[in-house]
């Protein structure tokens, strides 16, 4: 059984910074992609950013502002939030992509950690 843990979310005014992390558990063999999704209330989940070996990608609208990275050994991806604006409140879930776990491969999701950027 694999489970996705996020921790770092919390209330920040505008222009303040934040770390997320979350650790995936488990008997994980390799785990392809990790990144992070945002779902606010009534809205669809968007991308944030995600990072496969040799490579990340973020969401034009958190480009320069956020930073993606991982630990592979321990099976860790943070997600590093400066200039923090009102408009990414949200729920951050956390995503694991291919994990290998014997001879079964599936993706999985973290239960989520409130983020709230206001004054």
């Known amino acids: 059984q694999v489970q996705l843990v996020e921790s770092g979310g919390g209330l920040v005014q505008p222009g303040g910074s934040l770390r997320l992390s979350c650790v995936a558990s488990?008997?994980?063999?390799?785990?392809?992609?990790m990144g992070w999704y945002r779902q606010a209330p009534g809205k669809q989940r968007e991308l944030v950013a995600v990072?496969?070996?040799?490579?990340?990608h973020y969401a034009d609208s958190v480009k320069g502002r956020f930073t993606i990275s991982r630990d592979n050994a321990k099976n860790t991806v943070y997600l590093q939030m400066n200039s923090l604006k009102t408009e990414d409140t949200s729920i951050y879930y956390c995503?694991?992509?291919?994990?290998?776990?014997?001879?079964?491969?599936?993706?999985?999701w973290g239960q989520g950690t409130l983020v709230t950027v206001s004054s």
């Open positions: 990072i496969t070996p040799g490579d990340t």
């Open positions: 995503s694991a992509d291919r994990v290998r776990v014997g001879a079964k491969i599936r993706d999985y």
């Open positions: 488990g008997n994980i063999i390799s785990i392809y992609a």
